[in-house]
């Protein structure tokens, strides 16, 4: 077998294969696969320049009735020569990237670029256009044997290397939201794609190894999360058409919003909260749940299940895999009717996947013991911001200093994170710069909690009662009883602020009097006190 370079025009290539010259063998050839939008796009390939790969032809000579032949047959390259073959033929237009934008799937670079073929078959485009096509050289491999079975091992040696599968395509797509998948799922052999450790330490996944599966994972998980993001109760398919159109969605990812920063968050606590731990292999539907039924933890909540995560997920996986020993039987158990059979069939639908999540959830909520809920008001408001300034007497619970109102932040005593309340007994008043954080908020907290103790025990509340007279009763500090007259009252009136009459409500801290709305907020605080006027 001899093997030689050569180049051939387009328009030769055409002529060929119009005379008959340049064939398919079909004992060995796949037919025509390639869909009409394969074909656009190669011929875009064509126009725009880019180099296409060898195409291997057997060149056969041969003497029929004393007189010589020549023919070509198509060992590699079938799908292309008929591509140019039938724009040639005016079979069909050309992609718009714009105008076309939902066939075509252009990346956004080209958007900017012109595209005068765009929407064109071939006899629209101007000569030039033409002549430009028809005198494209491709790089041909010409092979000679007498031998066709030689010719046959070639091909077979030729379709023996593994395509590109569908996450290994992805990889190479153009866009912000391929780097971030990449950076996730990881590419070892590309130093800045290592990878998180939620999917090789959690997982005992292999991103230099398995052909793209991790990264697949990672963005079926970011597809469900940022799903779920904008509505709660919507599940997508995560199969690969929608992973395409979802790569196509995002080419311009934004790597910096909140939301992508919650899912990074969230896989770091999974990794340091399961990483390195001994139990069986965790697989794809594991990280879903986890990575959603966090999100769905993350804010509402306090920590405390973080220390029971671990041993909640092992117990639902082993019912799990106790379950699966009753799929057979008259009444499996519930975890594999509502689970384990959704792991087994249309797996990347999102039918399967809410179905298998409620569960998941139902489950898992039990199994992680009493959740505390944090209180649902997370800012102080202006009032009680400037009640806690004036109480506080402007100066920071951290560093002693005085504060500027401007400069001033209202810090929760017991962490919100942790279950405290949003309350004025709660807070304090610090500087920016002094907010306690992380450790130190805790370490804070430890210290500062005796003092606030000891101080609501010595103040006693006000309690303001309404009679069904036009008086309100006062119960004072040392457990007299004082009655005040209310203006413009009627009998079955609850005493209002500016009812009360002969009594003024004084700041402790500044010797001055209240506002109408500061009395109304703070009557039942422990830090607040009267006097007779």
Not at 94 to 118: H, M, S, V
Not at 364 to 370: F, K, R, T, V
Not at 420 to 436: E, M, Q, W
């Amino acid at each position: 077998m001899k093997m030689a370079r050569d180049e051939f025009k387009v328009a030769d290539l055409l002529d060929l294969r119009r005379n008959e010259m340049l064939r398919a063998n079909p004992e060995y050839q796949r037919g025509e696969v390639w869909s009409g939008t394969q074909q656009k796009k190669l011929i875009d390939s064509v126009m725009r320049g880019y180099p296409l790969p060898l195409i291997y032809l057997h060149h056969i000579q041969k003497t029929v009735a004393g007189m010589q032949r020549e023919d070509f047959e198509i060992i590699d390259g079938q799908q292309r020569i008929n591509a140019l073959y039938y724009f040639a033929e005016g079979a069909y237009k050309l992609l718009d990237p714009i105008l076309d934008d939902r066939e075509a799937r252009f990346p956004n670079f080209l958007k900017t670029q012109p595209c005068p073929w765009g929407q064109k078959d071939f006899q629209q485009l101007p000569a030039d256009m033409q002549n430009r096509f028809l005198s494209t050289s491709l790089a041909v491999v010409k092979i000679t044997t007498d031998d066709e079975n030689e010719a046959r091992d070639l091909f077979i040696r030729l379709q023996a290397g593994l395509a590109l599968n569908a996450q290994e395509t992805r990889d190479a797509w153009p866009g912000q939201i391929t780097d971030f998948v990449l950076r996730v799922g990881g590419k070892p052999k590309v130093a800045r794609y290592p990878g998180h450790g939620f999917f090789q330490r959690v997982l005992g996944m292999k991103p230099g190894q398995d052909r793209g599966n991790t990264r697949k994972l990672a963005a079926q998980l970011l597809m469900l999360f940022l799903s779920r993001r904008n509505n709660a109760n919507q599940y997508v398919d995560i199969n690969r058409n929608a992973i395409d159109d979802f790569y196509y969605r995002n080419l311009d990812f934004d790597t910096e919003n909140q939301d992508v920063k919650r899912f990074l968050a969230i896989l770091d606590k999974l990794e340091q909260l399961l990483g390195g731990q001994k139990r069986p292999r965790l697989v794809g539907h594991d990280a879903i749940h986890m990575v959603l039924l966090l999100d769905s933890l993350w804010d509402n909540y306090t920590r405390s299940w973080e220390s029971t995560l671990p041993g909640a997920l092992d117990s639902f996986r082993h019912d799990l895999v106790l379950a699966k020993g009753t799929r057979y039987e008259l009444q499996p158990s519930e975890y594999w009717t509502r689970y384990g059979q959704w792991t087994t069939t249309r797996t990347d639908n999102s039918d399967s996947i809410a179905r298998r999540h409620a569960f998941y959830v139902e489950k898992m909520l039990a199994l992680l013991g009493p959740l505390q809920k944090k209180d649902p008001k997370r800012l102080f408001g202006d009032l009680e911001r400037e009640l806690i300034y004036y109480r506080d007497k402007k100066l920071c619970a951290v560093c002693k200093a005085d504060v500027v109102w401007n400069e001033s932040e209202i810090h929760h005593v017991e962490g919100h994170a942790e279950g405290g309340p949003t309350t004025v007994d709660n807070g304090v008043l610090v500087h920016i710069a002094c907010h306690p954080k992380g450790f130190a908020a805790t370490a804070f907290s430890a210290q500062f909690r005796p003092k606030a103790t000891e101080q609501a025990t010595v103040d006693t509340v006000i309690r303001v009662k309404a009679n069904r007279t036009r008086f309100a009763t006062l119960t004072a500090p040392d457990g007299t009883v004082h009655q005040a007259p209310m203006k413009n009252a009627t009998q079955n009136d609850v005493p209002a602020m500016e009812h009360l009459t002969g009594l003024v409500f004084i700041n402790p801290n500044t010797g001055t009097g209240l506002s109408t709305l500061a009395k109304q907020k703070l009557l039942d605080a422990a830090d607040w006190k009267y006097t007779l006027a």
